[in-house]
C-alpha cells in the first residue's frame, strides 16, 4: 500500500464490479484507491444465498485480471445444460455445451467467492489501496480532480470517481442524477434447496403463471439455488409460512424435476425494480454496475453486464492513459457512456419482453410462448444465436472480455 492521498481513479464500491474495475486500471500502471463500505468476507460452510451464472465473458475478463486461479473451485459449479420449459405446457428448449463445442455454458459462483478472488488478486498491486469498512462523508468535482472526504476525516482526490457503490447508490443519489425506474411488482425469493435427485450440471427454468422460478445447480451434486419471482404477497407468505408447506409448493411448481425439494437455508426476498441512471457519466464521474442499471433476473445477466461496465471502462481508460489524455474529461468519456447505455437499454428491453411474453395464462400468449419455444428448440442456427448471446460472446465487447 502507498500513502499517498492523490489518485488517478477513485472507486466507490469493493463488491465484483468495482474489484475487477480496480485490478484492471492498476494493470495499466493507473494509481487507484477503492472505498469499501464493508468487508472482504471468508468463504467456508454452508453455500451462501447470492450466487451468479457467470458467462464466458464475464469468465475470460475475470482470467485477463488474473483473478479466476483465486476462486475457490470447489465451490464452483460450471454447468454444461440448460433446460426451459412453460408450465402445464409443450412449450421447451434445452441447450448443451456438447453440441457448440464448449466444456461448459457458464458457471453458478456465490458472489463473496468471486469478491474473495478479487480482494486476492487486488492485494498483490502496490497502486491499488483497498479502504474497507469506510464510507464517503462528501464529494465535491473540479475542473481539473475530484474530492472526497471519507467519515474518518481522511481527504482525497482523483482525476476520475467511478461509482460502482450498488443500486442504491450513495454516489449517484449525492450527484443528483436522475433515476428512471419501474416496479416489476414481483419479489424475487432465494433459498439453498437441497434435492432428491443430482442436477446433473443443469441449470433449469420453469416459467409459472405468477413468474418464473429457475434452479441452479450448486457445488455439490444435490445443492441448487433458487431464485422463485412472485407477487409480493405470495413471497410474504412463503417467508411466514411453514418449511413444509414451502418445500411442498416448491416442488410441485418445479413439476418434481429434481424429486422432492427440502429448504437448507433461510428464505430471503427481495423487490424487483428495474433502474436505469439518466446519466452514465459526467466530468470526472462514471456510474457502473448495478449503480447505473439494474434489470430482470429471469435470464441471469446482470452481474455480467455489470462486468461488461467493467471492461469497457477498463479498456476506455486504459487507450486514454496511454494516450497522455485527461482521463476525467466528460468529453473523453461520452463513446464509453453512450456504449454502456446502449448495451443496458438493449438488455432491458429484452428482459422486459420476456417478461411481458411469460407472464400469465392467456392462452394466445401461452400457444405464442410454445410454438416460440419448440421453434427455436428446433431450428439449429437460432437456437445457436440464441446461446451464443447467453454466453457473453456476441455483441460489441470490451478487449478484456474477448475470446483470445
Known sequence: MFSAQTYDVAIVGGGMVGLATAIGLAMADLRV?????????????????????????SERLLNYLGAWQYLDESRAA?????????????????????????????????????????????????????????????????????WLSLENGDN??????????????????????????????????????RTEIPHGDTARQVFLNSG???FLPLFETNLCSIVWSLPPEQAKALQNGETQAFERQLTAAFDGRLGYCHLASELQAFPLKMRYARHFARHR??????????????????????????????????????????????AHLRSLERWRKADALEMIAAMEGFKRLFDGSNPI??????????????LSPVKTLFMQQAMGNKGKLPTPCQPQ
Not at 478479487?118 to 469498512?133: T, V, W
Not at 442499471?293 to 461488461?308: R, S
Not at 400468449?365 to 428446433?378: E, H, P
Open 33 to 57: 484507491v477503492v472505498i469499501d463500505a464493508g468487508e472482504t468476507q471468508t468463504l467456508s460452510g454452508e453455500a451462501r444465498l447470492r450466487v451468479s451464472a457467470i458467462n464466458k465473458a
Open 78 to 146: 460450471p454447468y454444461s445444460k440448460m433446460a426451459v420449459w412453460d408450465k402445464d405446457s409443450l412449450g421447451k428448449i434445452g441447450f448443451d455445451a456438447d453440441s457448440m463445442s464448449e466444456s461448459h455454458l457458464g458457471s453458478i459462483i456465490e458472489n463473496d467467492n468471486i469478491c474473495q478472488a478479487l480482494a486476492k488478486r487486488a492485494g498483490e498491486f502496490s497502486n491499488i489501496n483497498h479502504i474497507e469498512n469506510q464510507r464517503l462523508a462528501n464529494i465535491a468535482f473540479g475542473e481539473r480532480e475530484s
Open 156 to 193: 482525497l482526490s482523483a482525476a476520475l470517481v467511478i461509482g460502482a457503490d450498488g443500486a442504491n447508490s450513495w454516489v449517484r443519489s449525492q450527484c443528483n442524477i436522475p433515476l428512471t425506474f419501474w416496479d416489476y411488482g414481483h419479489h424475487a425469493v432465494v433459498a439453498t434447496i
Open 212 to 214: 418464473p422460478l429457475a
Open 285 to 330: 464521474l462514471v456510474l457502473s454496475g448495478d449503480a447505473a442499471h439494474t434489470i430482470h433476473p429471469l435470464a441471469g445477466q446482470g452481474v455480467n453486464l455489470g462486468f461488461l461496465d467493467a471492461g469497457a471502462i477498463i479498456e476506455t481508460i486504459t487507450e486514454l492513459h496511454a494516450k497522455g489524455k485527461d482521463i476525467g474529461d466528460y
Open 365 to 378: 400468449k401461452k400457444a405464442v410462448r410454445d410454438i416460440g419455444l419448440n421453434l427455436v428448440d428446433n
